[in-house]
């Protein structure tokens, strides 16, 4: 059972593949030579959680094991 689900799905993957390569690079949306008509370069842009922020790691002792504790801090300018 488990060979004939990985067959059927790496047939599947390989047709997938060929379909995508057969397309033509003239399928691709034509935009005409209009100001109105061409799509927005707006690029929306997410930093990360932790921008400008870098881990304070300190290490002690706790019940006879040591520990490790860490506190994300800003950079400093």
Known sequence: ??????TTLAALTLAA???GVAQ????????PHYPSMHPSM???FKHPKHW???LLCTT???HHHKVTFCVW?????
Do not use: D, F
């Open 1 to 6: 059972m488990k060979k004939t689900i990985a």
């Open 17 to 19: 593949v060929s379909i």
């Open 24 to 31: 033509p690079a003239a399928a691709a949306p034509y935009y």
């Open 42 to 44: 707006h690029v929306v």
């Open 52 to 54: 400008h922020q870098h």
């Open 60 to 62: 002690k002792w706790r």
């Open 73 to 77: 801090v800003p950079n400093h300018k």
